[in-house]
C-alpha cells in the first residue's frame, strides 16, 4: 500500500511536470487552461504541482485545451519508430498500459502509439469508474464497444445504457462521460481520430 502511494504520487508529480511543460510550450496561462476547461486556477496549479489527481475525464478537458492526447501525460515511453513495411504489430505483452493517479480504470493502448490518425484501446474499468465524472469535449470522433459489462455512456446530457456487444459512435466535440454500471469490471474498447 505504502510502496503504490509512493508511485502514485512520483507518477502525479510526472504528469504534473510533463502538463505544466505543455502549457508553458503553448504559452498559455493557468487561468486560460482554467477557464477553458471549466476548472478552477487553483486546482491546474495542484495537478501542474503533482498535489491533487485529477479523473480521466478532467485530464482529457484539460488536454482538449492544450490540444494533447491525454497518453503524452501518462506515457513513460518514447513513440515508436515507424515501420519499413507500412506493418506494425503490437503484441499482447507489448502493449503501453496506462493508468492515471489514484484510479484503477487500466487502459491498454492497441495502437502502437498516438502518431497515427487513430488511437484504439482496450479499458478495464472497476466499478463506478469511468472517464470523469465531469462531462468533457475534445476534437474528433468516438466509436466505442462494450466486450463485457454494463457501461454508461453520456453524451449531451443523455445517458445511454450500453450491455455486452453493444456500440456507440458520436462526435468528440459534444460534452461527454462514461461510467461503468452494475459491481463487475466492464471491459471496453475505443477508437478515436484523432487520437486524444
Given at each position: 500500500m505504502v510502496s503504490e502511494a509512493i508511485r502514485d504520487g512520483v507518477r502525479a508529480a510526472e504528469l504534473g511536470r510533463r502538463l505544466r511543460a505543455a502549457r508553458r510550450e503553448r504559452r498559455y496561462s493557468l487561468q486560460r487552461v482554467a477557464d477553458e476547461?471549466?476548472?478552477s486556477k487553483s486546482f491546474i496549479s495542484q495537478v501542474e504541482l503533482g498535489q491533487s489527481a485529477a479523473s480521466l475525464g478532467t485530464l482529457k478537458r484539460i488536454c482538449a485545451v492544450l490540444d494533447i492526447p491525454v497518453w503524452s501525460l501518462l506515457d513513460d515511453e518514447p513513440p515508436?519508430?515507424?515501420?519499413?513495411?507500412?506493418?506494425?504489430?503490437?503484441?499482447?505483452?507489448?502493449?503501453?498500459?496506462?493508468n492515471s493517479p489514484g484510479s484503477t480504470t487500466e487502459?491498454?493502448?492497441?495502437?502502437?502509439?498516438?502518431?497515427?490518425?487513430?488511437?484504439?484501446t482496450l479499458s478495464v474499468i472497476q466499478p463506478g469508474e469511468g472517464?470523469?465524472?465531469?462531462?468533457?469535449s475534445h476534437r474528433g470522433e468516438e466509436f466505442?464497444?462494450?466486450?463485457?459489462g454494463t457501461y454508461e455512456v453520456t453524451v449531451e446530457g443523455k445517458a445511454y445504457v450500453l450491455e455486452q456487444g453493444d456500440s456507440i459512435y458520436f462526435s468528440s466535440r459534444?460534452?461527454?462521460r462514461t461510467r461503468?454500471?452494475?459491481?463487475?469490471?466492464?471491459?471496453?474498447?475505443?477508437?478515436?481520430?484523432?487520437?486524444s
Amino acid at each position: 500500500m505504502v510502496s503504490e502511494a509512493i508511485r502514485d504520487g512520483v507518477r502525479a508529480a510526472e504528469l504534473g511536470r510533463r502538463l505544466r511543460a505543455a502549457r508553458r510550450e503553448r504559452r498559455y496561462s493557468l487561468q486560460r487552461v482554467a477557464d477553458e476547461a471549466g476548472l478552477s486556477k487553483s486546482f491546474i496549479s495542484q495537478v501542474e504541482l503533482g498535489q491533487s489527481a485529477a479523473s480521466l475525464g478532467t485530464l482529457k478537458r484539460i488536454c482538449a485545451v492544450l490540444d494533447i492526447p491525454v497518453w503524452s501525460l501518462l506515457d513513460d515511453e518514447p513513440p515508436s519508430a515507424p515501420s519499413r513495411t507500412g506493418v506494425t504489430i503490437v503484441r499482447r505483452d507489448q502493449r503501453k498500459v496506462r493508468n492515471s493517479p489514484g484510479s484503477t480504470t487500466e487502459i491498454s493502448l492497441l495502437t502502437p502509439d498516438l502518431n497515427r490518425k487513430l488511437e484504439v484501446t482496450l479499458s478495464v474499468i472497476q466499478p463506478g469508474e469511468g472517464y470523469g465524472h465531469e462531462p468533457y469535449s475534445h476534437r474528433g470522433e468516438e466509436f466505442g464497444l462494450v466486450l463485457s459489462g454494463t457501461y454508461e455512456v453520456t453524451v449531451e446530457g443523455k445517458a445511454y445504457v450500453l450491455e455486452q456487444g453493444d456500440s456507440i459512435y458520436f462526435s468528440s466535440r459534444l460534452l461527454h462521460r462514461t461510467r461503468a454500471l452494475g459491481d463487475e469490471p466492464v471491459t471496453t474498447f475505443w477508437v478515436v481520430t484523432p487520437p486524444s
